[in-house]
């Protein structure tokens, strides 16, 4: 059984003398941070420091550290002798003494200009290997495509309609309230501003226009790269750190086959429904705030509505869904599948992946107006 850790301490002027004796042992770790409070004042007093450690008993690698902690103390203000050192502890105590004792090398100061260059060399090479990426899930999708129109049997009809039923139905109560409300919200600001100029029924083109053409499709999409991006993210991210998807390949499956096709194709099907649905809801919400907060009766709504409003416009956004969905399933899964083997690795990969994703449903919608303006619709 280890005896206690004991330090006698003895000043003589600007000389300190210190005395450990007992076991200085991780089995006295609490006894030992007390005595080295308890002396830490006069060590930052003396000048002259000698510590003799013939006393001393048993010693392991905690209480060789707490006697060259002692040392180091005093030696910011002196000089420093440790003797009477048993010869089988004489080792360990110089092994400590060398811990730590220089100071890490500061980096040398970076060029601006070549800190610069090097940011933005890197960052083209993180976009090219995003874009690499991208473009093979694309074509290991096409692939699988193919695979399924040869053999139909081959498409995993129930993982099908149970992704369709999580990202399509599931998602219709938050789709329609967000949506709603940002009917509402259109519509109640373009009242307000529109009756400074006598122009209520405006009001009724800025809505429709806005909400069957662009607000609509694109808020959707958001939404669901938000939430269902994400959960496919987050599904095949820990597939991949279980080695699920590896335990797939072992066995002759194809992970696109098996895992990712089923969702894609629902994600696909189920975005211009709610899309469509959203469309509605938001519309709803700009009749019922144009009726109760700028007195237009429900029939005037519509009638207007119907004038204001081609089907064309209507067109423009249900063709933009399918692209977007495929965009976000593409991302989502892509991101998935670069997870490692932590949850640090994981949840970077979801963040990283809902962002993309919006940057990407945005930059496509912005490409397509383009488009669409240069067509005539």
């Known amino acids: 059984m280890a005896v206690a ?5 003895r ?3 600007d000389a300190l003398a210190l005395s450990p004796s007992g076991s200085w042992t991780a089995a006295n770790a609490t006894a030992m941070e007390e005595l080295f409070d308890a002396v830490a004042p006069r060590l930052q007093r003396a000048t002259v420091l000698q510590v003799d450690m013939s006393g001393v008993r048993e010693l392991d ?10 040392a180091r103390r005093a030696k910011l203000a002196g000089r420093t002798d440790i003797v009477g050192v048993a010869d089988h502890y004489a080792g360990l105590i110089e092994e ?21 260059l090097d940011d933005l060399g890197r960052y083209a090479v993180g976009t090219t290997e995003d874009v690499s990426i991208f473009l093979q899930m694309l074509g290991s999708l096409c692939a699988a495509l193919l695979r399924v129109l040869r053999r139909p049997r081959s498409l995993r009809l129930t993982s099908l309609t149970y992704q369709f039923y999580r990202v399509g139905w599931q998602a219709i109560p938050i789709v329609v309230l967000i949506t709603f409300l940002i009917g509402a919200i259109i519509a109640q600001q373009g009242i307000f501003h529109f009756r400074k100029f006598g122009a209520d029924s405006y009001v009724v083109d800025m809505v429709g226009i806005l909400v069957l053409r662009e607000l609509g499709v694109l808020i959707v999409a958001i939404m669901v790269a938000g939430r269902s991006g994400s959960a496919y993210t987050a599904e095949l991210g820990s597939m991949k750190m279980r080695e699920e998807i590896d335990a797939l390949s072992t066995m002759g499956l194809d992970p696109v086959d098996v895992l990712i096709l089923p969702r894609i194709v629902a994600l696909i099907l189920a975005l211009p429904i709610l899309t469509f649905i959203g469309s509605m809801a938001a519309l709803y919400g700009g009749g019922l705030v144009a009726w109760f907060y700028g007195g237009m009766g429900p029939a005037i709504f519509v009638a207007r509505l119907h ?12 063709i933009k869904a399918p692209f977007m969905a495929l965009v976000i399933g593409i991302v989502a899964c892509s991101e998935g599948l670069r997870v490692k083997g932590s949850a640090e690795s994981l949840g970077k990969q979801t963040t990283t992946s809902v962002v993309k994703s919006i940057f990407l449903v945005i930059v496509l919608d912005g490409l397509f107006a383009v488009f669409f303006a240069s067509v005539g619709m």
């Open 5 to 9: 850790a004991l330090l006698e301490a």
């Open 11 to 13: 000043s003589t002027g």
């Open 61 to 70: 690698t905690l209480g060789a550290w707490m006697l060259e902690k002692i």
């Open 96 to 116: 400590v003494r060398q811990v730590n004792r220089h100071n890490p090398k500061q980096p040398p100061a970076r060029n601006p200009v070549a800190a610069k």
């Open 307 to 318: 004038e204001a409003v081609s089907i064309t416009s209507f067109e423009v956004g249900m």
